[in-house]
């Protein structure tokens, strides 16, 4: 038997299922890989929770990924929601100091609830410590305008700058994801070298928690698998444009993305690759 590749996910728990540690586990079974999870926080977002980031230790951390690489190993691994400096410094020391060749650093800041999900003291350290270790990181719109200080984005050109401006923090490549955008939803790769577009429709929808966090776990999925960067990014907008299309909401909240859309119905759409 082949085994699954194996996958893991440094993130914080979402309750509600959508999103972080629950959205990338999802994702990776779906890819047929091995998922695995190192829970940095439980996250409870109803509008009505008060208190809605309950923080992990540092030791908690550290024996997950511990016993994760020991247990069983890592063919690629994944960062959603760190929130704190001393988690990041601790997820890039751990990252350092493992043989893990395949990382995407998704640098989560705000969910969609405008729950908070990184610290503001903590916005220097991802830059300093934890940027620089990515095979690829994939911010949005905000969180790509927050780590070049604020910079406007508002077109595709904007976005293609800023994947070059955000290559010089040290990853291998930068994805920026227009998903913010009017028109289509057009996301810019930059590897030091070519600028590719990723191109899918528009999809009329509010139900896309999760997006990013499905986004990024899939692109480490097929990383793992042995995808190229490039291929990743593809398969990946394919399998995340095709769960938003089949996104459904069980409540009056905005709800998630369909992780088994893909599965069960084929690609949505074709992404148009520049
Ligand atoms: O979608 C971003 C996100 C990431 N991680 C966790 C979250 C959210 C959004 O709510 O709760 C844990």
Redesign the pocket.
């Known amino acids: 038997m082949n085994f699954p590749k194996r996958v893991m996910t440094i993130?914080?728990?979402?309750a509600g299922g959508s999103?972080?540690i629950q959205a990338d586990l999802k994702t990776f079974q779906e890819l047929d890989t091995y998922g695995m999870s190192v829970v940095t926080a439980i996250?409870g977002?109803h509008p009505e929770t008060k208190k809605n980031v309950h923080m992990q230790t540092i030791e908690a951390i550290e024996a997950q990924f511990d016993t994760a690489m020991k247990q069983v190993g890592v063919d690629a691994l994944k960062t959603?929601?760190l929130f704190s400096s001393e988690v990041i410094n601790k997820t890039a020391e751990l990252i350092r100091h493992s043989s893990i060749k395949q990382i995407v650093i998704d640098p989560?800041m705000v969910?969609?609830l405008d729950?908070k999900?990184l610290a503001d003291d903590a916005i220097e350290v991802l830059k300093k410590e934890l940027l620089s270790l990515g095979t690829i990181i994939t911010p949005n719109m905000p969180e790509a305008s927050e780590l070049l200080g604020g910079r406007k984005l508002e077109s595709v050109d904007d976005l293609k700058q800023a994947a070059i401006d955000l290559y010089e923090f040290g990853p291998k490549s930068v994805l920026v994801k227009g998903g913010r955008l009017t028109g289509p939803a057009v996301d810019v790769l930059y590897d030091g070298k070519t600028l590719t577009t990723f191109e899918a429709p528009r999809i009329d929808t509010v139900n896309t928690s999760?997006a990013?966090?499905t986004y990024s776990a899939a692109i480490a999925a097929y990383l793992a698998k042995g995808s190229t960067i490039q291929n990743a990014v593809h398969k990946a907008k394919s399998f995340v444009t095709t769960a938003i299309q089949y996104g459904f909401s069980y409540t009056e909240m905005v709800g998630p993305t369909y992780h088994a859309a893909m599965r069960k119905n084929g690609a949505a759409f074709e992404i148009k690759v520049n």
């Open positions: 993130a914080g728990s979402a999103a972080g996250v977002r959603g929601m989560v969910g969609k729950s999900l999760g990013g966090c």
